[in-house]
């Protein structure tokens, strides 16, 4: 961290400062310049509030060269974390998870399940709680939904994932295994709080416009509450200008991956918003060093009650796994140059 | 709304899909191009779940013309809808919210009460539930500053207005004559739904990356719950070049009054992030037609634990109200061209 | 500007670099922390490139703390500058400037000029070479049109601005008053290291995605040329999700009054895109401190060649000024706190 | 194209503007609602300028549903464009494209033509026109650079790409091989219509904050200027919040692949920023599709002028090169689903 000080201040007050933050384990220097006084700091800058720092009178400006997250930072944990859920490794083996955006009916499930665990993935998706821009749109079969996720899971032999868009619903999720936090309520934070307190896996969507930073902050919101089982997925920010729904931020992938020990996936299908352009974006997601992919397929798209237009049929997820697994050995690795 | 039927597709189909939307109550045409061909609807499109229509084999692609929402819109409830709140009339006159980011303690908050009402504030905000981007930060007082704001809005006569970011904090707020949705929250539907079913005023912030037409359709969750008493709050939206911390969306002001009959604030403070920056950001809110302004005051900013970099004292409080009062005669209004 | 050098650095390494930089008047200090070694520099780091120090072995992060520009800054010329047109004194008394998108005849000019300059306008504008998104729109009338707008202001009395997209056109401008920098060419910078060897005054437009620190970079190519005649213009920026065309952003106006010596003119009609919001945009930008405006004003919009959608009819230029007028003494200061 | 008239519009006008749409080759039908009346157009409707359309007095909102290019479209031209340079046919077979940011010595020039020509190399790059956001920054060396790049080019049987970024070079750019137009020119329409009257190959970067749709209408420039060797390059869009310096649009592949017959080439070294996150970049871009890459490669990144710190070295580009000729055979195609 940097503070730029005004010209003018008094030596005693950056003296004070400074031993104030020699108190919270920071130290810092001092160089004096025409422009302003830098206050170089090194330490445990994560713990320091750059907006509490710039209320001070004689502060002109705070910078972070370092994040304010820390338990999720490599740094701090230099192996990888390994969430592992049935026969899933997610972060050591790569990892697919497929299934409708809603739950719609048990035929559907059943078809879905049977057909997705076949082409290779390995954990169940499937929506109970929806959250839709549009009130006038399906809402999700909630309850009724959750019981079909989970008996479809059981059949097929797949743990599930579904999102959990807030804290009530916690009880009517004891059967899942691992919780979505979506895209929306990435810095829902009581929610975040709440999932701190569990020992089960969350897996945490980027929100649409949080930089890399914001979003390991939510996770540190779950590490700090003790929950070491956290799955990142990357699902594309807005950028107004994008050739798809959302520009998949492939660069976040590498990035991530140097920067926490969690697990990257990435959720091609709503990056694309059509199902054409699925699967180029999961081969982009795979070859830049996804830990696995999301992506959603349902039996029957024409009849689907949410984001019909961007679900594969379960054909094009088989052709899909079958393109990423005959890719994989030739994607980055964090440990080439 | 425009549907693009891609070309070859049989007759029979189009025909049935305008009869299904036919019984939705919506009409719609039919022109042939080289290209595609297009099926325009008029009608009650606002119902329709583009989404699902894409999802159909032989549609390319799906255009809204009109907005998603409807109970929003101006077309909907011509005359503006006022949302009173003890001396104020919001939606009918000017009207100031103003106090601390975060309330701290008993004094700060009646200092900043009686100051701000003497500049002429007729609400008192101050957040006791903080959502904050690093869980190291100071997170709010939660139950105890609830009870200080609503003592010092008592003690000052002014209404108060504090953020919920939760449902299960809803018996705490009981004594809240407003309740804020924050931007984060702004997609959080369990929570609007939730609060469309109260009959208490809603101050609804907009999303950081919200479109105007996903920012009416938050407000549309409350609505069509039955909660008539919604306020709009514009705050900034991210851009990645603006020159302050949020690029605030002056136009969204004048295209809200038109859209909607709903009030429309603004918030300076927040997409300045800077207390340098919150008056020029005012005066130019209430130039370009805003119902009202939320300003963020403290007694002693460099104190302040939260947000100190962006508050204004009460005194420069004093300054912007005066101004603003000053410029209001000569601001826009919807009659003009 | 700071360095982050990797720990393990050499001291001989990073003893040899500070050398290096004390030659370019640059003095740097040192604090060392667990992560990182810190060096902050203050001095002349305007002449450093962040790019070429990044490129060293040992270094990590190169962070700028004050701006690349220099002659622009408000540091090295606290006066404004005061650009002389006509009557016009741009940076000292409010100006307004009007005219068509695009020359198209002799009439409309007489029409457009005649009535703009009884409404306040105090310059001219109009386009002659019109760079468009698509090549089979309206191109211009390149010659034949500048000729139309160089009488038009002079038969009215006024100076007049055309925009130049390259430097083969000079010889053609030589009666052209202000010579306009559009915002696709403001990185041009072949453009504008001619321009900046010119000793007639510039109007540079922000670009449609510059941050305000490139923005005064691209006036600093003109100013470094040994041309001080800059004046800027602000006509929104990018967002993806501004209510308008682009999303106007006020807050640079007080952020460039403070940052820099130059003269901030704002062009609500291009950020507008529609001619029912350049009146509110107008207002907002007049009330947040610009120094005048540039406005789109066509005698009959619905015959305009060009952008017909966001001009305005004489009528509403006229009512425009006075509204401006009658709100200009309300405005913000940059004296203000 | 859709056109959305107000309500009460009389229907003379109405036929008035199919009439004249229908003599440009238009044909329109006509739907009325409660809040508007829609005309959706098929035809040529990439003759229409909308925001002529929009000045009409009862024109309410205009929205394209075709692209406004032509020549550049799939439709117009359904066979890949194939440009043919040296032993590169770029369209048809994967190439890549490497060498310096800028020429800066003989030494340099030579060191990196050799060993990019034996990593696989088909082009070699370098600038000498340099546009650089800081006037303190290096400029390149201009014809004394060209000279060093052709002869570098020649001595290892690679023809060249260097960037012009005004036509005032044409005559020294005459022994290029293949002309770029930098980001920052992509809507310098005077350049583009001079590039477009010669029968060399042009190298056409997408502009930083460009959508799809006006990079391919500044390649229409191009080709209606009668210059049919057209290669497109994306090289990330600003976005506010991706990990690396631009948002590498990576969805941009597959979406240009099927609206164009030009090749699709990307630059991962300037959306990366860093030199760390090129090759997952590489084998991103290479995995969604592209036809090949241009990359920033150095033999001594830490003594570049320009650049250094996203250049590869030499050996880096060696391993990038063996490791994206690995991963190709897997790499999504358009025929595929």
């Known amino acids: 961290m940097v503070i730029v000080i005004k010209t003018g201040t008094p030596e005693a007050a950056i003296r004070q400062l400074l031993a104030q933050l020699a108190a919270q384990n920071v130290k810092g220097g001092c160089v004096a310049g025409p422009n302003g006084i830098l206050l170089p700091l090194v330490g445990d800058t994560w713990r320091l509030d750059p ?20 338990l999720a930072s490599r740094a701090a944990h230099p192996a990888n974390t390994v969430v592992a859920v049935g026969d ?25 399940a049977q057909s997705v665990k076949e082409s290779g993935a390995q954990l ?7 959250p839709r821009t549009s009130p006038y ?13 989970v008996q479809a899971g059981r059949d097929a032999g797949l743990p599930v994932v579904t999102e959990i868009t807030d804290i009530s619903q916690l009880d009517l999720l004891a059967d899942v295994d691992v919780l979505q936090v979506g895209a929306r309520n990435m810095q829902n934070y009581t929610l975040l709080k ?12 980027r929100g649409l416009s949080a930089t890399v930073e914001e979003f390991l902050l939510a996770a540190e919101y779950l590490l700090s509450g003790g929950n070491e089982q956290v799955i990142l997925c990357e699902r594309g920010v807005r950028s107004g200008v994008s050739a798809a729904r959302a520009a998949l931020d492939v660069s976040a992938i590498p990035v991530l991956k140097r920067a926490t020990h969690l697990p990257v996936l990435v959720d091609p299908s709503h990056a694309a918003g059509r199902s054409e352009l699925v699967l ?22 024409a009849c689907a009650l949410s984001d019909g237009g961007q679900s594969l049929t379960c054909r094009q997820f088989r052709e899909l796994s079958a393109a990423v697994t005959a890719l994989l050995p030739y994607a980055w690795r964090p440990d080439t140059f």
């Open 124 to 130: 169940l998706r499937g929506g109970a709680f929806k």
């Open 88 to 112: 899933a490794k997610i972060g050591e083996k790569f990892c697919m998870i497929a299934g409708p955006c809603a739950v719609e009916s048990a035929p559907q499930m059943a078809a879905v």
């Open 280 to 301: 180029p974006l999961a081969l982009a997601a795979a070859a830049a060093g996804a830990d696995g992919l999301m992506v959603e397929v349902h039996d029957r798209p």
């Open 194 to 205: 709440a999932l701190g307190q569990l020992r089960r896996p969350v897996l945490l969507k």
């Open 51 to 70: 907006n509490m720092l710039q209320g001070l009178p004689y502060v002109q400006e705070v910078r972070r060269l370092t994040p304010a997250y820390h």
């Open 137 to 149: 749109t399906f809402q999700g079969l909630e309850k009724a939904g959750l019981d079909l996720l």
